[in-house]
């Protein structure tokens, strides 16, 4: 047996994201693994992780207790949007269940008769992660699957270089060897199309059989050396600009991200420990970029950069003995959908898959279908909010000026509107109740609801939608304050 | 209950597919009194096969409330652990189709890898070895899986052969108990609206004309409703599904002891199944009839029973596809109305199961909203695209050549997405996990086996791994010895059943 080289170019939450997986699952006796950390930036600079983090962590054996005593990092219960189809709109998109099912009929269906009958419950008030987030609770979830509290979900804040750091050491402890580098030159074999070596400005270079691209947008071996191009812009939210500036705090703020829709853009809005970091995207043709400088200044928004956005991605993310993950494959406006959740997903999809590395073809055509998948649903995800901001936003109504609603989301509305109920798919991004919980807090209701529930009496379920409202109105006050855990946490 | 909701629904055949979707609608819509009619004709009679099955249709039990023992004593049914395939993909191969998995998986990598291994290195122990189901099947074995996870005699699944008849009888006695109405008669008659199409009702041959807002054609082959409706729309899948005739032939039993599982005998244009059952065994010759005639079929079929014929063989003539739209308007087609694929890995009362499990799941009210049939479609058509494809794999990954029929399956090009999957595994040995059945004992059953294992397990030695898996093997053995045989198994379930018992 001979020992495989991976190398990884380019370092950052991304780079360092692949490195730690990949030493984490392949044995050292069998591939030695590079990481050529170059001078690049990152074009990202927080992350609202959702609680698919942890399923990560475990795979690389990171300790949440090693991100948490970081300065930055910040518990996250969901996120809050507002103003997206009118101007007082709030709902939430929390992690976790809503409300419970009665009977064996689903609570989604007993809340929408509820709703249609007249009793307008605000869909928030059922879930145990939204009302603690509001009241500014924290608290690990229960691992009794009997208590209320293992309902709860929660995601993490990052800020990205600090991160970055965490995950660097961490990789470095799992015995990935860097190099800190800029590769200036890619060779490549003329038949196979194989990349055979790198150039780096130390004078050095290097060989592997297997390259991993996390360069971020400039994609230096998947577009660049492998000429990989850009497939389609069907990913373009029509913003070209991104303007990034945070905020100190004096006291910790709720575990909840703002996201919102405006006439020239969206942002968000991120807490972590001592201070909220802001992401506009917004269009340079509808708004001046000194009048947004202007504006976050007036929020008391400090350190703004503006850097160029576009969304793209490419035709194919793996090709001959080239991978990219990241933005030097794709990238897509990273309000809804984490890019670093779907950096984790695309590395473990690629650990799933590569089996041998010198049978690689059939696994890379099926990365690649599954990647174009994952895109296809995020992308789903981008355009339904940007449907609903329609009538609010000239962004998104210019959008479908250009565009109509995909099949595949139109499917999605009109199954929901005409009875409430959900389209699956293949690598589904919401649950079903993430769904509803979008729809309805954009007033799109369905006008009928699931047969089951008229099995139940009107007056028990009004009775036990009232009750359950208390009792997790109750059971959100006795989670601890948010500073109180985490201070007692990091003791 | 509100002005849109479906009053009245009409199931036309009393077949297992009217039957099973008469009692599970019967049984939701108990608390709201629904109005369920189910028109049959005996003069039409049911196909009167399809007696083996995969593990789900206890949960379709279950969801009734109806007793196990109870069933097994109605129905005459036995336990089944698998398929045992015999001389599929060469002459002389005999693999099984566990219901359950093989060995397990180590270090995040499938158990497969670690044999794959140990043959590339010289071993020669089938992969059946590895799989409690499986080596339960081979000795005659049952017993109920444990409950204990931990415990090896939980590793397995079951499901039953029984006589098809039985159990249509059985659920139409549960169905008429809890309110739905049968009549007999055959229908002569389907008046569509004529804006909307919409089947306003039927007429039978008796002049009774029976109005509904939701019509289920369970009328097997003929689809009777649904062709109305959807105008004979079929997607035909025999260029890939060769088989289109069957010769089915009940025996005495044999000598032997009860074998807990299906068995499927490849022949030379076609199959051939076994099914005991507690009285008599099952058989079946499902043939191309392009490389076949029926004399030489049924002489094939009558020199390998196990013992006396008990009737006159009888003939079935299909296509293996699938209607377009299961659901067109106000007409769902369930059962062998909607579409068919081969008995070869038992799935039509599955699909059957499916379908009423997705029309429960997107009941309709009079709206009829478009975008809920068109999703109930698509996703019982994602169903019959995944079995079809594990079905046809059974016949492109062969490498006989002692029959045209056999050459021409290997030669053929498959539907996309299996050729890429077969692809994957060939080379990789990757499974989809999405996909039907066990899929990795099937393929390497077959004859595909792929060109690598993991490289990741090169890290353990031969010796460890070698070691790994006789204990696994081992283990499996010991479990086996402690389970009674299933004949034996049945009988106490038997001698303890209070038959008759009331519902
Ligand atoms: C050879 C063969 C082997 C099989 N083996 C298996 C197996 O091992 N496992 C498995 O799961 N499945 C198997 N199947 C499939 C299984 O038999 C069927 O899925 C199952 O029996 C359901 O049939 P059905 O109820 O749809 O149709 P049928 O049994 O044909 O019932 C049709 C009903 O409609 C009625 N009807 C028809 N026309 C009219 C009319 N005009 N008016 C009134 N009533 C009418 C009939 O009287 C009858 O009651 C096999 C099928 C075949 C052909």
């Known amino acids: ?491 | 209950m509100n002005q849109h909701s479906i009053k009245k629904i009409v199931i036309v055949g009393g077949g297992t597919a009217g039957w099973m979707t008469a009692a599970a609608l019967a049984k939701k819509f108990l608390p709201i009194n629904m109005d369920i009619v189910l028109v049959e004709s005996e003069a039409i009679g049911t196909v009167g096969v399809g007696e083996s099955t995969i593990p789900h249709i206890r949960g379709f039990n279950e969801y009734l409330g109806i007793d196990e023992s109870f069933f097994i004593a109605e129905t005459k049914a036995t336990f089944k652990l698998g398929i045992a395939f015999k001389h599929w993909g060469q002459l002389g191969n005999d693999y099984i189709h566990p219901f359950g998995p093989l060995g397990h998986d180590i270090n995040g990598v499938e158990f497969h890898h670690y044999w794959l291994r140990m043959q590339q290195e010289g071993s020669k122990y089938p992969l059946d070895n590895y799989s409690m189901a499986a080596m339960a099947a081979r000795a005659g074995k049952f017993q109920h899986p444990s409950t204990d996870s931990m415990s090896l005699l939980s590793n397995y699944n079951y499901a039953f052969h029984f006589d098809a008849a039985l159990y249509a009888k059985y659920l139409r006695r549960y169905a008429e108990a809890i309110n739905v109405k049968r009549i007999e008669g055959i229908v002569a008659a389907t008046n569509l609206n004529s804006d909307n199409g919409f089947i306003e009702s039927i007429r039978l041959d008796s002049g009774i004309t029976l109005g509904g807002d939701l019509f289920i054609d369970c009328t097997g082959f003929k689809g009777i409703l649904i062709d109305k409706v959807l105008n004979a729309k079929f997607e035909d899948w025999s260029h890939w599904l060769r088989c289109d005739k069957a010769i089915a032939v009940p025996c005495a039993l044999s000598e032997e002891k009860l074998t807990p599982y299906t068995q499927a005998t490849a022949q030379q244009a076609g199959w051939q199944w076994r099914i005991p059952l507690q009285h008599r065994t099952g058989n079946g010759h499902v043939y191309a009839s392009d490389y076949l005639s029926d004399d030489e079929a049924a002489a094939i079929l009558l020199k390998n029973l196990d013992g006396e014929p008990l009737a006159e063989p009888k003939f079935f003539t299909f296509k293996a596809g699938q209607r377009k739209q299961n659901w067109e308007k106000n007409c769902v087609a369930i059962g062998l109305s909607g579409g068919f694929l081969e008995p070869l890995e038992s799935t039509s009362i599955y699909l059957i199961q499916v379908g009423i499990q997705k029309l429960l799941d997107f009941f309709p009210d009079k709206n009829f909203a478009k975008a809920n049939s068109a999703e109930f479609n698509r996703q019982l058509d994602e169903e019959y695209v995944r079995i079809r494809d594990f079905i046809i794999m059974h016949y492109k990954e062969n490498a006989r050549e002692d029959s045209p029929f056999w050459m021409d399956c290997k030669n053929m090009s498959v539907p996309d997405a299996l050729a890429q999957r077969q692809k994957l595994f060939k080379s990789t040995g990757y499974v989809d996990h999405q996909q039907y059945g066990v899929y990795a004992a099937v393929c390497i059953g077959q004859g595909l086996i792929p060109d690598v294992y993991d490289f990741k397990i090169n890290a353990f030695s031969h010796h460890k791994i070698a070691a790994y898996l006789e204990k696994i093997h081992g283990n499996i053995n010991a479990a086996v010895a402690s389970m009674p045989f299933a004949q034996d198994y049945i009988n106490r379930i038997l001698a303890n059943t209070n038959q008759g018992k009331p519902l």
């Open chain 1, 1 to 491: 047996m001979t020992i495989k080289k991976i190398v990884i170019v380019g370092g950052g939450a991304v780079g360092w994201s692949v490195a730690a997986l990949l030493r984490a699952q392949f044995p050292r006796e069998l591939v030695v693994i590079q990481l050529i950390e170059d001078s690049r930036k990152d074009a990202l600079s927080v992350e609202c992780a959702s609680s698919r983090i942890h399923s990560f962590h475990d795979l690389i054996g990171l300790q949440e207790k090693i991100c948490m005593l970081d300065p930055y990092t910040h518990f996250g219960l969901g996120v809050m949007y507002e103003g997206w189809s009118y101007d007082s709109q709030k709902y939430m998109l929390a992690g976790g269940y809503y409300g419970a099912s009665l009977d064996g009929v689903d609570f989604q269906n007993i809340y929408i008769k509820n709703y249609l009958s007249g009793e307008k419950n605000d869909l928030d008030d059922f879930s145990l992660n939204a009302v603690a987030a509001k009241l500014g609770r924290f608290g690990h979830p229960s691992s009794d699957s009997q208590s209320i509290y293992s309902a709860i979900k929660y995601g993490l804040h990052f800020q990205l270089d600090s991160y970055a750091d965490i995950l660097k050491s961490h990789a470095l402890a799992l015995g990935i060897d860097v190099i800190i580098a800029d590769c200036t030159a890619v060779s490549r074999d003329n038949n196979s199309g194989n990349i055979t070596s790198l150039e780096l400005d130390s004078q050095h270079s290097v060989m592997a059989d297997l390259y991993i691209d996390c360069t971020g947008e400039a994609s230096v071996l998947l577009g660049d050396a492998c000429g990989v191009k850009c497939a389609s812009d069907d990913m373009d939210i029509l913003c070209d600009r991104v303007a990034i500036g945070y905020r100190l705090q004096s006291s910790l703020l709720p575990s909840i991200a703002v996201l919102t829709s405006t006439a020239d853009g969206f942002f968000k809005v991120i807490p972590l420990k001592d201070r909220d970091v802001i992401v506009y995207y917004f269009s340079s043709d509808l708004i001046r970029e000194n009048d947004i400088e202007t504006m976050l200044a007036t929020w008391g928004f400090t350190h703004v950069t503006i850097a160029n956005y576009r969304s793209y991605r490419r035709e194919k993310f793996w090709v001959n003995n080239c991978l990219a993950i990241g933005h030097s494959g794709a990238r897509y406006c990273d309000l809804l959908v984490s890019p670093l959740q779907s950096v984790r997903d695309s590395i473990v999809r690629f650990l799933d898959l590569f089996i041998d590395f010198d049978n690689v073809d059939a696994s890379r055509d099926e990365f690649n279908r599954l990647s174009h998948i994952e895109l296809d649903n995020i992308n789903e995800v981008i355009e339904l909010h940007m449907y609903a901001s329609q009538h609010h936003s000239a962004v998104s109504c210019r959008y479908f000026s250009s565009h109509s609603l995909s099949s595949s989301s139109a499917h999605r509305l009109n199954l929901f509107v005409s009875n409430g109920r959900h389209t699956h798919c293949d690598l589904s991004l919401l649950t079903d109740i993430e769904w509803a919980a979008f729809f309805i807090g954009n007033k799109i209701i369905p006008k009928s609801y699931s047969y089951d529930v008229d099995f139940l009496d009107g007056e028990r379920v009004r009775d036990f939608l009232s009750k359950l409202k208390a009792v997790i109105f109750e059971s959100a006050q006795k989670i601890p304050k948010h500073a109180d855990y985490i201070k007692s946490l990091l003791k």
